[in-house]
């Protein structure tokens, strides 16, 4: 276990130059307070967890102290924005404050968000609200704890500092933790801008640094591309089946790595509806729940285009190919084992795909639905689900089905709900519930967020005592449009 003033820095992406970021000092925050901190993801640098007890933690993450061994910046890119170009974007209001190696010899980056303005800041501020800080850190780690790939969170630090959004609010700080922050729009930025020296520079960067395997191959670039397709495409499934609505797909908030990264308006839902949209400002519906499949292919291939220097044509597109095969296997088999399912059969995939269409039909909540099923013997649990269904004759049908098919397992109840619960969570990050603890947050009570922060790091565990976060959303919290300002 390590102090705060162990840590071990090892800048990697800043050795690549000022043709990639910018050297920038983060502007502290005034009256710096811990809202929560993860001990998990404290773990992840080996650091010892009574540290956030100290005056320290708060001071390195908000801004008035820094290890002397950082080196701040801000990063570029640009990025397909709701499938528009955008030629300028990067870190407007977050800097990576360095790499972190821990005892195991893995890297982490730092990256604090809202530490002020930057020549990547346009006309924001360069600051984060207390709001969106506190809905990235709950769903980094409670993805991770629902085994979604994501970028992590250390912690949240509030302040007086007032920043205006559509009323006037609080600022804070997130310290945000991966691997990696290079984007798609990375890439995409140093090939709009002909750049292609530096664009083979970021690429040998990320193949030394990320995907050292691919050296290995005959064709790095080309195994490296094929790659993040895949962990793309493994990452969708997860989104899908566990019912994660990211927002905004643009390709600057899609991690190179295939970790949910960057978020703004995200949802999981409540009742099942593959047509939500959980982005106020989402006119289209470009971003809905369904349409992240189609839109993470689009996303690729505009990846796929700026390594065109580097990759032939036919085989960025013999890589495209893998993504719909690869998400749909590893979709199929989630949903099996939500299903309780371990075997394979050609049926399942009808199985599933009529089962969401009478929960969207019935407005069937996506999460509870898998638990109770597992709760109780098929037919029991069965009879108890079927209350909720309005289309009677085409959930009886589907039971049937389903209990046929269910026998064919062979396993007894017992042991089928201890699988079943162990991918189905009784716990999930509902909108509702961020926004009670958000409100009690900014009003100075930081007890609600840490509660509910520890209840959903263990999603699959029976929790006695929090019953009430398992229960139905009330009609109010259904229906919660987040906007984009952050
Ligand atoms: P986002 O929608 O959060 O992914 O951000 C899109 C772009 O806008 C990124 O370049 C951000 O750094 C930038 N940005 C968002 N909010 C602010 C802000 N308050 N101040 C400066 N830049 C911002
Ligand atoms: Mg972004």
Known sequence: MKTLTQLHFDNR????????????????????????????????????????????????????????????????????????????????????????RNQAGEYWDLHLKGAGLTPYSRMGDGRAVLRSSIREFLASEHLHALGIPSSRALCVTGSSEPVYRERQE??????????SHV?????????????????????DHVLACHFPKCLEEAEPERAFFTRVVERTAEMIARWQAYGFCHGVMNTDNMSILGITFDFGPYAFLDDFDARHVCNHSDHGGRYSFENQVPIAHWNLAA??????PFIAVEKLREAMALFLPRYESVWLDLMRQRLGLRTEQDVDKPLVQELLQLMQTSAIDYTRFFRELGDSAPAQALRRLREDFLDLPGFD??????????????????????????????????NYLAQQVIEAAEQGDYGPVRELHQVLSRP???????????????????????????
Request: negative net charge; hydrophobic residues 40%; glycine residues 6%.
């Open 170 to 179: 609080r600022g804070a700080m997130l310290l945000r933790l991966a691997p």
């Open 303 to 308: 990846l796929a285009q700026a390594l065109s």
């Open 13 to 100: 992406f800043a050795r690549l130059g000022d043709t990639f970021s910018t050297k920038v000092q983060p502007q502290p925050m005034s009256e710096p307070k811990l809202v929560v901190a993860s001990e998990a993801a404290m773990a992840l640098l080996d650091l010892d967890p009574a540290e956030a007890e100290q005056p320290l933690f708060t001071e390195l993450f908000s801004g008035h102290k820094l290890w002397s061994t950082a080196e701040p910046r801000a990063m570029v890119y640009s990025g397909h924005q709701f499938g528009v170009y955008n030629p300028q974007l990067g870190d407007g209001r977050g800097l990576l404050l360095g790499e972190v």
């Open 183 to 203: 984007r798609f729009g990375h890439f995409e930025f140093f090939y709009y801008t002909r750049q292609h020296e530096a664009l083979r520079q970021l690429l």
């Open 397 to 430: 049908a589907w039971a049937e089905r389903y209990r046929q098919r269910s026998e064919l397992e062979g396993i007894a109840q017992e042991a089928r709900q201890a699988q079943m619960h162990a991918v189905n969570p009784k716990y999930i990050l509902r």
């Open 460 to 486: 699959f565990d029976e929790q006695p005592d929090m019953q009430r976060y398992a229960e139905r959303p009330p009609e109010w919290g259904k229906h919660l449009q987040i906007s984009c300002s952050s």
